[in-house]
């Protein structure tokens, strides 16, 4: 695709339920990242996809958190039994290679509000 | 662990001026990258500008210039001829390079032009 896709934009979830968040990467990008951005925070760092393995998952919060990556491209990260404290936005971004010196490209994230 | 730091959570100027925003980082590291990036309403991040570490010369992309500062630790955005289009948050980052290869964020400056 012309860029990188996320969906659901918006994702509203009862407390307690999983959620799955979707990125499609840039056509022939080997790097993935995942990141989540509260509200008035800095972006925080999730977990990183070269091809579909994950060299860094030093960022997932908690064991309720998982993300895969398969066929080197799409990316689902899960969230299993959600809580309040999840409600943010969860960005993707995509890079040619996994040394960031190129640049990398974001969607436009996924904001997961649980209620 | 590298960190970076914006200290100015909002600013706000006349349309036309020149707009600074700090950022400083802290890294054992001497090879590296710094960013900033710019997240306006739509929340998709676009790179602003990058610069590499062992470069001494300060990158520039048209109206945008950095003053980087590496004994200081310093990596200042300076935005010239400021256009109500740059209304953005603007984050800061860092890459470390080979190896490690995730973006740390300050917690952002959200600028605001007035017409």
């Known amino acids: 695709g012309a860029g990188v896709s996320q969906s659901p934009s918006n994702k509203v979830t009862e407390k307690g339920k999983d959620v799955e968040l979707r990125c499609d990467p840039i056509?022939?990008?080997?790097?993935l990242y995942w990141y989540r951005q509260s509200l008035g925070q800095g972006l925080e760092f999730l977990i990183y996809?070269?091809?579909?393995?994950?060299?860094?998952k030093s960022g997932l919060p908690s064991d309720r958190f998982s993300a895969e990556r398969t066929g080197g491209s799409v990316s689902t990260l899960t969230i299993q039994r959600t809580q309040q404290e999840d409600s943010a936005v969860y960005l993707c971004?995509?890079?040619?290679?996994?040394?960031?010196?190129?640049?990398?490209?974001f969607g436009q994230g996924t904001r997961l509000t649980v209620v | 662990a590298q960190t970076v730091t914006q200290s100015q959570p909002e600013m706000s100027v006349q349309e036309a001026e020149t707009v600074t925003l700090s950022c400083t980082y802290d890294?054992?590291?001497?090879?590296?990258?710094l960013f900033w990036y710019k997240q306006p309403p739509s929340r998709q991040m676009i790179l602003v500008i990058r610069?590499?570490?062992?470069?001494?010369q300060n990158a520039t992309e048209n109206r945008f210039s950095v003053n980087f500062q590496k004994a200081a630790k310093s990596f200042s955005l300076k935005i010239s001829d400021s256009q109500l289009g740059d209304t953005a948050m603007y984050f800061c980052?860092?890459?470390?390079?080979?190896?490690?290869?995730?973006?740390?964020f300050g917690t952002g400056t959200r600028l605001t032009i007035i017409p």
């Open positions: 980052a860092l890459l470390l390079n080979f190896g490690n290869e995730k973006l740390t």
């Open positions: 610069q590499e570490a062992y470069k001494q």
């Open positions: 971004a995509s890079s040619l290679a996994a040394q960031l010196n190129t640049e990398a490209f």
């Open positions: 890294t054992s590291e001497n090879n590296y990258y």
């Open positions: 056509s022939g990008h080997t790097a």
């Open positions: 996809f070269q091809g579909n393995s994950a060299p860094d």
